[in-house]
């Protein structure tokens, strides 16, 4: 998908700050965090929605990085909160998959 920004972000075509990296997935910084830490976790391949999403073992390979994320990050025992966010009610800005990954304060409301 030539003109999405998570696509570029993960194709290293437009700047981000990366935290981690795997084969398939790429995890950056939310550029407008809404907590200490909002990381996403971003799959290198293009799905627009988690609907589209045919790697059934991406989404917990997904899951897996944002559980080793909060543990190597130390916020695990204190807390977090890993959403998808899918189509429009369900607040989804950006059309590519991805997991927005936040802690560091007392979640309620904002869902990511
Ligand atoms: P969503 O509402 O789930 O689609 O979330 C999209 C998220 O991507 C928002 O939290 C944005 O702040 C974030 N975002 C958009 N563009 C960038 C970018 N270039 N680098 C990092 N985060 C971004
Ligand atoms: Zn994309």
């Known amino acids: 998908m030539s003109d999405c920004i998570f696509c570029k972000i993960a194709s290293r075509e437009m700047p981000s700050t990366i935290v981690d990296e795997s084969?398939?997935?790429?995890?950056?910084?939310d550029i407008n965090p809404q907590a200490p830490t909002h990381l996403l976790i971003i799959p290198k391949?293009?799905?627009?929605t988690i609907l589209e999403c045919t790697d059934k073992t991406l989404l917990g390979d997904m899951l897996t990085t944002a559980n080793r994320l909060a543990e190597e990050?130390?916020?695990?025992?204190?807390?977090?909160?890993?959403?998808?966010?899918?189509?429009?009610?369900?607040?989804?800005?950006?059309?590519?998959?991805?997991?927005p990954l936040l802690a560091g304060r007392p979640l309620s409301g904002k869902m990511g």
């Open 23 to 29: 084969e398939k997935l790429i995890t950056i910084k």
């Open 73 to 99: 990050q130390g916020f695990a025992q204190k807390g977090f909160r890993t959403v998808i966010n899918t189509n429009e009610e369900g607040g989804q800005i950006v059309r590519h998959l991805h997991m």
């Open 45 to 48: 391949e293009h799905f627009p």
